[in-house]
């Protein structure tokens, strides 16, 4: 029976990405640091396990690449090769390059070419320029050229699967055709133990192979080809009689150095869109265990309620609340449970920032250390994949707007080394991630006249301090005299708080020159539940999101200033914050249209506060988010929609939409035609 090995792709791909994020991880814990046994052994297993996956899946240019990686992990592995601040940034590099192949491999995609055999023709050349000087000198050595010649030597391989190899997934002639890249290879097969065609297992391996190998690479580079089958076979490696080798190379048998995998060979894969949008979580068991001892208690559940509904009696009705309260606990369990599967712990997205500030390091010339903490915080996969490109932004900048040179760093009394910080964790219904650095801070003189200069505020114009943060954010917005690769191009700031608004989050700045900056943003656990605030406008009910809502007050009227016919204010102990009414706003008749016999809801969105003018509150709930544009179309204000407990549709509020409509309310009448559609 044909079986479909594409299947296994996507688990092949993930797992190659994680060994190479263990791979870069441990490359980076060397970084001017010695090597331990158990780190070069950990580097090396990543890099022969996607070598052995990619040959077996039939990428043979990752497992060509990958190969030369091994060989030059093997020298240092094997004490060979010392591993040196050159060899650790080739080896990122490499893995880099792997990154990509794969990358490209899984999507579909082009890889830069020109990259991947730079960084192998260098990986190549350390190979054949061995720096090992404790080697004696042999008489093929050349001192003109400053390197031993290695000699052909011809080795006998005997091969002899177990009955269940093919069942594994794995196929010689895959192992032979790997063989065949090290040198002339002859293959003699034994078919003397396969049986007459109508005894023939289809299942089963009933032949066995002596193969010839005629090659310069060394024994132990032989004996890794056969290291994803040395559980499923018999395997002998010996030299020729001609030849003379090492005396422990006779007779090599090769001994099992890790558990065997199971290998699958991929059907050629047509060019689909919908290969792109696979993904998946890994699911601790617990949870999953947890699932199904939750949805045997609905199945009992629906049981007993069934139960009550055929012989139903008033008599009954006490043993039917119960049940639909039981049915009620059940349900919000298995909500909870379900969505934890989605939680992921951030340390996904923080994993990839000691690379950046590694290379960023060597690039502009700093010292800085990056500490990482809340690791384990965990949040939405949704909001963990999206929030990775603001992080990046934010580090980059304190990188290279923040911590200064070691030079300058010195003379201002510092620490010739810098300080990043990435801090997460929960508070209340939210995730916090803070970026501090203890750099130059934030120069808000500059910033002003940079913002005068460029026409975004006037030169008379007053602003406050957390104004003047809010100016970097502004598209095209940047005080970097000399651009760079790195920053400097006004692009990436404004693009960061974009995002962080997308997921519904705000992003807040804190700075004091010559001390650092701390970028907070917060953002919720998901995008699918949230909890929020019932509110009632005439016979309408909308819902606030409760991370937005600051507090809730009765309106006093000696605290109501209006400004213009259109606009009051209210003060709020030492602030002042703008009156919004969602009557107007919505189009929409309300209970209450004065002012002073309302109540107003505090929220505040993209850094400002502005006070919502409602009729009533009412329930506080979690509800579940519905995409309004996904069914119907973008409404400005409105950020999504939910159904509630009586089966009536809510609208979600989107608060930075309805303060940038509150700002445009000299075109109300527009806002109106939009809105009401939907009101």
């Known amino acids: 029976m044909a079986i479909d090995m594409t299947q296994f792709l996507q688990t092949f791909y993930e797992e190659s990405f994680e060994g190479l994020e263990i791979m870069e991880a441990e490359l980076l814990n060397l970084d001017g640091g010695d090597a331990s046994e158990d780190t070069i052994n950990t580097i090396f297993r990543a890099a022969h396990s996607i070598k052995g996956g990619a040959g ?24 060979k090769r010392d591993l040196c601040t050159d060899l650790i940034n080739l080896l990122l590099r490499s893995a880099d390059c792997v990154k990509a192949m794969m990358a490209a491999s899984r999507d579909e995609e082009e890889y830069d070419v020109d990259e ?13 320029n061995k720096t090992d000087t404790t080697a004696p000198t042999t008489p ?8 031993v010649e290695s000699s052909e030597v011809s080795y006998k391989i005997s091969f002899i699967p177990l009955p269940n190899l093919l069942q594994t997934g794995n196929d010689p002639a895959r192992l032979f055709n790997e063989l065949d890249e090290l040198g002339k290879l002859t293959i003699d097969v034994d078919h003397d133990a396969m049986p007459e065609l109508v005894d023939l297992p289809v299942d089963e391996c009933t032949l066995s192979w002596t193969l010839t190998l005629v090659t310069t690479e060394q024994p132990e580079v032989i004996r890794a080809v056969f290291d994803w089958v040395s559980d499923e076979c018999e395997l002998t490696i010996s030299c020729d009689e001609n030849e003379q080798p090492e005396p422990e190379q006779e007779n090599a048998t090769v001994e099992s150095k890790e558990p065997s995998t199971t290998k699958v060979e991929p059907k050629p894969k047509e060019k689909s869109d919908k290969v792109k949008e696979q993904g998946s979580i890994r699911v601790g068991i617990d949870k999953v265990d947890s699932l199904i001892n939750l949805v045997g208690e609905l199945v009992i559940t629906q049981s007993m309620l069934g139960q009550l509904g055929k012989d139903f009696a008033v008599e009954r009705l006490e043993k039917l609340k119960d049940g639909l309260s039981q049915l009620e606990r059940n349900t919000r369990e298995l909500q909870e449970n379900v969505m934890s599967i989605r939680m992921l712990p951030i340390s996904f997205a923080f994993n990839r920032f000691p690379r950046l500030v590694h290379d960023l390091n060597q690039q502009l010339g700093k010292k800085i250390e990056l500490k990482m903490t809340g690791e384990h915080t965990e949040l939405d996969k949704t909001v963990l994949e999206k929030i990775v490109d603001p992080l990046v932004h934010l580090v980059r900048n304190s990188v290279d707007h923040g911590i200064e040179t070691p030079a300058v760093r010195l003379k201002q009394g510092k620490p010739e080394i810098g300080t990043v910080e990435l801090k997460a964790y929960h508070k209340g219904g939210s995730i916090i991630i803070e970026i501090r650095d203890d750099g130059a801070g934030l120069d808000t003189d500059r910033i002003h006249a940079k913002a005068v200069e460029r026409g975004l505020i006037g030169s008379d114009e007053v602003l406050s301090e957390e104004q003047v943060y809010d100016l970097i954010f502004r598209p095209g917005f940047s005080t970097t005299e000399v651009v760079s690769d790195v920053s400097g191009r006004g692009v990436g700031m404004d693009v960061v708080k974009r995002n962080i608004r997308a997921l519904s989050g705000v992003v807040d700045v804190k700075s004091v020159k010559n001390k650092g900056t701390i970028f907070t943003i917060r953002l919720p656990l998901t995008l699918a539940i949230m909890d929020g605030q019932l509110i009632q406008i005439g016979g309408h009910t909308y819902i606030i999101p409760l991370i937005s809502i600051i507090e809730s007050l009765q309106i006093k009227k000696e605290l109501v200033n209006t400004i213009t016919a259109r606009a009051s204010v209210y003060k709020l102990r030492e602030d002042y914050i703008e009156i919004v009414p969602l009557y107007k706003i919505f189009g929409i008749e309300a209970m209450q249209t004065e002012i002073i016999n309302g109540l107003l809801v505090v929220v505040e969105g993209d850094g400002k506060k502005v006070g919502l003018l409602v009729d009533d509150l009412l329930d506080q709930q979690q509800v579940v988010i519905k995409s309004l544009e996904t069914n119907y179309k973008k409404v400005e204000g409105i950020s999504g929609a939910t159904i509630l407990g009586d089966g009536t549709v809510a609208m979600i509020l989107d608060i930075q939409g309805l303060i940038e409509l509150a700002h445009r309310y000299e075109k109300i009448d527009d806002i109106k035609n939009n809105v009401s559609e939907v009101a």
């Open 116 to 128: 991947v055999e730079s960084v192998q023709k260098s990986l190549r050349a350390l190979i054949d």
């Open 140 to 147: 093929d050595a050349d001192p003109a050229k400053g390197k």
């Open 56 to 79: 077996t899946f039939g990428l043979q240019e990752i497992a060509a690449f990958t190969h030369v990686m091994e060989t030059l992990l093997d020298e240092v592995r094997d004490g």
